[in-house]
């Protein structure tokens, strides 16, 4: 291959679905594009953390296998009320960082802190669905709860799981919690950062618990669908 | 998050079950490992499903107290340190870690498990002093049973060190083959109270939103040496002797598992 005059050998060190650990080589030349923590160094590409590879065609991905929660604009996250002050709330969302829920994000309708107290909105301990809005430089993260599904989340089952695990409980658009959804008939939000709030029929919750850590322990497996779907029939 | 999920715990329990998926009155799966820790008289790892204790003995002489002159001396302790979980900080010993140490101590102390007149080098002067620290390694609830577990398969196992009496010193390092005389295994069996349902063995999620406690330490001969309530709930005669009735059962059962495990080092 002859790329500006220098003659080139575009290598892949790994394949797809290999553990890899921080400061591997995973491949060298400009043909791959390092994405997720996967990073590039002159000519070669190396992993950042420990992690699951993910080649696609030129894009070489890796996954992290652990990690704390790191906030994203967009992500939906489930938070928990830590304080409350004169125009909004402080919230902890399982990350290094806290969060702050201004007044003017927290509701649709207009907030008169003269006759309503703020904890009749969102009291210390509750659980809030919300969305991340704006991080700054400095790591500020702005939280809004202002539209629908966003709400004080009622009581429920609570649990907290491996933020990296997120996408392989959410599965392809989806098809593993709504696999989740149809047999439990539970009610299921999943955060970004990592909780997730069920809730439904107690023996059910209990039963939804089960089989979202069984799938957190398991994540880096094939076949997942199958053994949901059997732990779901109670099999 | 106590309180978010107390509402779903209490009716889960109403209808006898837990969120493992075990009965009301089962253990989660218990695991004893002897003497993991080389430089200790004796010691015990006990893991009680996710929750793990890691106990040492240390046995030192020393001067007995005034008032029992013929008796050797016993020290629990426990530390809950951040490692176990992060509800625990550094610092001072908290309420929490010395009720847990109190709890053990008297566990054993009242049960008479070791034979504390056979413990006395020359009466009145010297005496072996019995040390054991509970360190919880993980905390997910329960830590009561799983520290007075460790410490009791740690003291059956413990081997006296060396002590040359000359010198006044002792060899901590030169076991001799010569174990405790001990004569009880005490078992504690440790209750929670939530909505009207009583369970063994509760998880920390069960622990942080349960009503009431009450952990009770049993004998082979179906008597109690010890009890202790906690939390602000409250229990009816019945419930305290069903629970008694459960004690007493679940003591045979850790009783056999803790023989087997001993048999088998």
Not at chain 1, 194 to 217: L, Y
């Amino acid at each position: 291959m002859k790329r500006g005059g220098y003659i080139m050998a575009d290598k892949l060190f790994v394949k797809d679905h290999d553990v890899v650990v921080p400061g591997e080589e995973l491949a060298e030349g400009l043909d791959y594009l390092p994405a997720g923590k996967a990073f590039r160094d002159g000519e070669k590409i190396f992993a950042a953390t420990i992690g699951l590879v993910s080649v696609k065609g030129h894009v070489l991905k890796v996954i992290p296998l652990a990690g704390k929660y790191m906030p994203r604009r967009g992500d939906v996250v489930i938070a928990k009320v830590t304080g409350i002050g004169h125009s909004g709330w402080t919230l902890d969302i399982n990350s290094p960082y806290m969060a702050d829920l201004n007044i003017g994000e927290a509701s649709s309708e207009y907030i008169d802190t003269n006759r309503h107290e703020m904890s009749e909105y969102f009291d210390i301990d509750d659980y809030v669905l919300c969305e991340v809005i704006t991080i700054s430089d400095a790591k500020f993260v702005k939280l809004t709860a202002k539209f629908r599904p966003y709400r004080r989340l009622s009581p429920g089952n609570i649990i907290e799981v491996s933020p990296t695990k997120i996408p392989r409980i959410i599965g392809k658009q989806g098809s593993m919690i709504n696999t989740i959804k149809d047999y439990s008939k539970c009610e299921i939000s999943v955060g970004q950062n990592g909780w997730i709030w069920i809730s439904g029929e107690p023996e059910q919750q209990a039963r939804v618990a089960r089989v979202i850590k069984m799938i957190e322990k398991e994540a880096h497996k094939q076949g997942l669908t199958d053994r949901v779907k059997n732990m779901m029939e109670g099999k | 998050m106590a309180a978010q999920i107390k509402p779903y715990l209490a009716a889960l329990l109403q209808k006898k079950l837990r969120e493992e998926g075990r009965g009301l009155n089962d253990y989660r799966k218990i695991e004893v490992e002897i003497n993991p820790l080389a430089s200790s008289a004796g010691s015990a790892r006990v893991k009680i499903g996710s929750t793990e204790v890691l106990v040492g003995v240390k046995l030192d002489v020393g001067e007995p107290f005034p008032d029992t002159p013929n008796e050797g001396v016993l020290i629990g302790n426990a530390e809950l340190v951040p490692m176990a979980s992060p509800d625990f900080e550094p610092g001072p010993p908290k309420p929490e870690s010395i009720e847990i140490a109190r709890v053990i101590d008297r566990g054993i102390r009242e049960s008479h498990a070791i034979d504390m007149q056979k413990m006395v080098i020359k009466e009145g002067e010297k005496v072996w002093m019995v040390n054991f620290d509970v360190y919880p390694i993980n905390h997910d609830g329960n830590l009561l049973d799983a520290g007075a577990l460790g410490a009791i398969i740690a003291l059956m196992n413990a081997r006296f060190p060396k002590y040359d009496e000359k010198a006044g010193r002792v060899k901590y390092t030169e076991l001799t083959k010569e174990k405790l005389p001990m004569t009880e295994i005490p078992i504690m069996t440790t209750f929670g109270k939530l909505s009207g349902t009583i369970f063994v063995d509760p998880t920390k999620r069960e622990g942080d939103v349960m009503d009431t406690r009450l952990s009770i330490t049993t004998l082979e001969s179906e008597k109690a040496s010890s009890m202790q309530k906690g939390g602000f709930g409250t229990f009816t005669k019945d419930d305290v002797l069903q629970m008694f009735d459960l004690a007493v059962e679940k003591g045979k059962e850790l009783r056999k598992l803790l023989k087997q495990a001993t048999s088998k080092a």
